[in-house]
Nanobody
Framework: VQLVESGGDSVQTGGSLRLSCEVS????????MGWFRQRQGNEREGVAA???????SYADSVKGRFTISKGYPKNTLYLQMTNLKPEDTAMYYC????????????????????????YGQGTQVTVS
């Protein structure tokens, strides 16, 4: 599985960004996927996830501001981010767990400290 994230940028507080993740080598439509972020020196934080049934799950810190969605037929995962805050500053990664899971479980496992799945090189979001 290969994942390539893009769309990160530097924005002001209250601004918006849309992150994209191109996915290849995966049964895209049948797998759970998600976004996690990592601030410098901090642990991973699961941000948003979606599963094969289209259900979604979000971290409390981003509920109402971030929206995860899949694009067809280009095999692209999106993260629409609005009302950005300085605490959203982080490297954002697109991820596919090794095992198919619910959106809720995908969100949880992305925040775990272990090796949970595939992810890309990340895209930097800076909010000032």
């Amino acid at each position: 599985v290969q994942l390539v994230e893009s769309g990160g940028d530097s924005v002001q507080t209250g601004g918006s960004l849309r992150l994209s993740c191109e996915v290849s080598g995966s049964r895209y439509n049948r797998y759970c996927m998600g976004w996690f972020r990592q601030r410098q020196g901090n642990e991973r934080e699961g941000v948003a996830a979606t599963d094969a049934d289209g259900s979604t799950s979000y971290a409390d810190s981003v509920k109402g501001r971030f929206t995860i969605s899949k694009g067809y037929p280009k095999n692209t995962l999106y993260l629409q981010m609005t009302n950005l805050k300085p605490e959203d500053t982080a490297m954002y990664y697109c991820a596919v767990p090794y095992q198919d899971r619910s959106a809720t479980e995908t969100l949880r496992v992305m925040s775990s400290g272990g090796d949970f799945g595939y992810y890309g090189q990340g895209t930097q979001v800076t909010v000032s």
